[in-house]
Each structure stands twice: as structure tokens, then as C-alpha cells.
């Protein structure tokens, strides 16, 4: 027998709310969202760096009909373009039934992740060990990138504009790389640096080989021999380290993680887990009212600078040449378009609970994170949405029945952050930041809910082909 409702507990139920446990109020979820991690898994476990995703998304996007956007073409509501920008980032459109004088919705998700990238000439040698010297990008606790396995990514250009492409340390068969720490038996010293410097910046060094190559005369032998090898794979030189971008990544493989395999874990999360839903959401969008765009982006783990990231003109020009197109003012559009600005933000973590404010905080398992602002102290560095751009978006939510909570990053001063959304403001266009609540944030093993992946991935279509 339910127990009687009292008058106060009936308007408590009308007045008050709590953002549900999805696994409490729609248990049938749970089956569908982890049909659908299932996919996500397999691209976290293809697409570890920038350059690899924009390989994914555009051969998944021709595979769907997609052609390269041709200015010199006239489009009309339900064809679909893509773009590349310098091979790491990609923008993709189906064109809507509605004039795009009423605006475009964008979803702008990215694609690099915090890692360590070597430095320009990174090969040495030190007592009969050979190295790679690394530079770290992005966000990262450093302590926490020594003694995992570590593959190595990216891309050296030879003399000749060839390539060599880098994937190495993925297949089970791969060698893979490493940084080493101390044993604790000899650690006293060391266990008295603050946690930050646990392991510095240039203790940061990648054991790549420690075979000498065979002549005694050689000066260097151990450098000697891993560029020996790398001449034999690779066809490079050490010089053409100096035209590469090669990142090291943590080299395992994405797992459920708990007994109920409720949660994904996997190096690259931010902002993997909401860039896949994003082109997934993109894909299945076939005849929208508003003409979409989705925009996997790189560079905005170290602030959105460089031609490749949001604070570069590549969108704005994107969609300036589609308002053309289409005969309109960009301008116009602009101020009539509306953004998700696709990111991660912290889930509240019961071990650490004192950097979170309750009320304030997401949770696992809550659904898709609401973020009005984001920023530092005074909401420095935010583009802080409107109260009627919030109701805009929680209404399409709501009716759409996706299951979302707000969340700020942390407590008041107890951190901070940004996200694309101050740049997307920039082109004056309506914008919130609204994605996936992630525990381990920037670690070489982040940890997401397949529920809040699910929800993300129904909020993204739902912004998509909503009618108004
Ligand atoms: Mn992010
Ligand atoms: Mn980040």
C-alpha cells in the first residue's frame, strides 16, 4: 500500500524538484544506452587523437551521402555537406525546410584531448636508456601519466611532403611506451614535493628503446639505434621530428567499468563523449526545419587559439558561406541561430566531495549537464546564457523527454574553466554548454555514465529537429 500523501508532502511534490537518478525513473534506458555505448566504445578505441576523428566522421558522413560543401553549388532543404579544416577539424550541414534567415543550430563538440605531445627534437639518450623529451598539452595532473603503457599518434611530414602516419602501441601485438617513477622504497625525498610536481614537466620523458646500435665508435648509441629503427618503419630522420605533430596517449583500450557495466571508462572522454553523439545526432538528422551544423573542433583544450580551434574564423566563414548560398546576410543569421556548446563537465565525486556544492553539482547517472556559465571566480572567462535562451533549450529537452540536470564546474573559488561557448558568443549567437558529466576529468582514464551518454546523444537530436 503506497503510503497516504499528506497536504504537505503534495505540495512539496508540486513545488520542489530534484534531478531524478535516470536509472530510478526510466529503467528501461538502461538497456538502450548501453546498446549504444557500445558504438562509442568503438570509436574512442579508433579515434585517440584530433586527426583520427576527423577521418571517422568524414568517412562516416560520405558513407551517409555527404558531399564535400561546393560553393560554386546551389543546396536545397535536405542536402548534406561537410567540411574539413586542415584535417583536424570537421563541420557538417543538412540543409532545413526553413529559410536560413531564421537561424542555424549548431552543435559544436572537440576533439583533441589533454597528452603529451613531443617536443620538436625529442630523441636522446641517458645513461644507456633512449627517450622521447615530451611537452604536455592541455590540462593534465602530471603524477598521473607515469608508469602506464603509452602509444604513440600523429603525423611526420619527410623532406618530400610525404607522410608517415603514426598509430603505434594499439594492437596487442604493438610495443607501447612508458614514462618511469620512482619505487617507494626510495621515494622519501620525492613524496615530500606537492602533489603538482609529483612528476615534473621534464621528468615527463618517454623510454622509447635501450639496445645500443652495434659499433663502438658511435657517440650515442641508444639514440642512435631507436632512429635506425624509425629510418627502417617510417623512411624519417631525426630532422623531420621538426616537421610532426606526434602525441603520446594513454595507450589502453575503452571498458565498462563497475558490476553493472553502468559506466565507460576510457582515455579521451572530454569531449570524445559528446563529439560521437553530436555526429551521431548529425547523421540521423535527415529533414530538419532549421539548417543544422555540426562542428568537431580541435584546439580547445588549450584555449580554442590556432586555425583549427573556435577562436580561429573557420566556423564563422563555414557558415558564412552557406548564408551565401543561400542568398542571405550572414549577419542576420547569425543573431537568429542558436549553438550547444557540446563539453563535459565535472561530476560530483563522493571521495572529493568538498570541491562541489551540492545543489549546484551533476551526477552520474543524472542525465546531460545544463551548464549556464562556466569560468573562474566571478564567472570570468564565461559566456554566461541568457535566461531565455535556457528556457529555449530546456523546453526542447522537456518535450522531447530527455533526462538533464544543470551543474556548475565546481563550488564558488574552488576552480574553473572554459569551453568553446565564449567564442561561439562572439558571432553573436545564442549558446549554452550542455554535455556529459565526467569523474576523473583529464586523467588517462576518465569515467562517463552510459545513461548521461544516452541522454546527450537524445538532446542533440532533439535540438536538431526541433521545429521551432
Ligand atoms: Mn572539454
Ligand atoms: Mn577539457
Known amino acids: 500500500m503506497p503510503k497516504k500523501k499528506t497536504g504537505g508532502t503534495k505540495i512539496e511534490e508540486e513545488l520542489c524538484w530534484e534531478y531524478p537518478n535516470i536509472a530510478e525513473k526510466a529503467p528501461e534506458q538502461i538497456k538502450k544506452a548501453a546498446e549504444f555505448a557500445e558504438g562509442y566504445k568503438h570509436f574512442l578505441s579508433v579515434c585517440k587523437i584530433e586527426r583520427e576523428c576527423v577521418n571517422y566522421a568524414e568517412a562516416a558522413l560520405v558513407e551517409a551521402g555527404y558531399e564535400r560543401f561546393d560553393p560554386a553549388k546551389k543546396y536545397k532543404a535536405g542536402d548534406r555537406v561537410y567540411d574539413v579544416n586542415r584535417g583536424k577539424s570537421i563541420l557538417a550541414t543538412v540543409f532545413g525546410t526553413r529559410d536560413i534567415r531564421d537561424g542555424v543550430r549548431i552543435n559544436g563538440a572537440h576533439i583533441d584531448s589533454p597528452r603529451l605531445d613531443l617536443k620538436p627534437n625529442p630523441v636522446y639518450e641517458k645513461d644507456e636508456i633512449a627517450y622521447f623529451k615530451t611537452h604536455y598539452y592541455g590540462g593534465i595532473r602530471k603524477y598521473q601519466w607515469g608508469t602506464i603503457p603509452l602509444a604513440m599518434h600523429g603525423v ?61 665508435d658511435v657517440r650515442e648509441p641508444f639514440r642512435l639505434q631507436v632512429l635506425k629503427i624509425l629510418n627502417e618503419k ?185 569551453t568553446i561557448a565564449q567564442f561561439v558568443a562572439m558571432m553573436n549567437i545564442d549558446v549554452v554548454d550542455l554535455g556529459v558529466p565526467v569523474l576523473s576529468m583529464h586523467s588517462p582514464f576518465e569515467i562517463t555514465s552510459k545513461l548521461d551518454l544516452y541522454n546527450t546523444y537524445l538532446a542533440f537530436k532533439a535540438f536538431y529537429e526541433a521545429e521551432d
Not at 598509430?167 to 603538482?196: C, M, T, W
Not at 569531449?271 to 545526432?281: E, Q, R, S, T
Open 234 to 418: 617510417y623512411g624519417i630522420t631525426e630532422r623531420d621530428f621538426a616537421r610532426a605533430e606526434i602525441e603520446m596517449v594513454p595507450a589502453d583500450k575503452p571498458r565498462d567499468v563497475g558490476l553493472d557495466r553502468s559506466l565507460v571508462g576510457a582515455y579521451g572522454q572530454d569531449d570524445k563523449v559528446c563529439a560521437y553523439p553530436a555526429l551521431i545526432a548529425q547523421l540521423e538528422t535527415k529533414n530538419p526545419a532549421f539548417t543544422t551544423v555540426t562542428v568537431l573542433t580541435d584546439k580547445e583544450e588549450i584555449g580554442s587559439l590556432g586555425n583549427t580551434g573556435l577562436h580561429s574564423d573557420y566556423v564563422r566563414n563555414y557558415i558564412t558561406a552557406l548564408c551565401e548560398n543561400q542568398g542571405a546576410d550572414a549577419k542576420e543569421v547569425f543573431a537568429n541561430s542558436a549553438c550547444l556548446s557540446a563539453d563535459v563537465n565535472s561530476a560530483y565525486d563522493p571521495t572529493f566531495s568538498d570541491v562541489f556544492e551540492k545543489k549546484n553539482a551533476s551526477y552520474l547517472n543524472h542525465g546531460v549537464v545544463l551548464t549556464k556559465y562556466t569560468g573562474a571566480r566571478g564567472k570570468s572567462g564565461s559566456s554566461d546564457a541568457s535566461a531565455e535562451y535556457m528556457a529555449k533549450v530546456i523546453d526542447i529537452m522537456d518535450r522531447a523527454g530527455v533526462y538533464w540536470q544543470i551543474g556548475e564546474l565546481g563550488a564558488v573559488d574552488a576552480g574553473g574553466g572554459g
Open 156 to 216: 611526420i611530414v619527410r623532406k618530400d611532403q610525404t607522410k608517415a602516419n603514426f598509430n603505434l602501441g594499439e594492437d596487442p601485438g604493438d610495443p607501447v611506451f612508458y614514462i618511469s617513477d620512482l619505487l617507494p622504497h626510495l621515494a622519501a625525498k620525492q613524496n615530500q614535493r606537492p602533489l603538482s610536481e609529483g612528476l615534473k614537466g621534464e621528468e615527463l620523458n618517454i623510454i622509447i628503446g635501450s639496445t645500443p646500435y652495434p659499433d663502438e
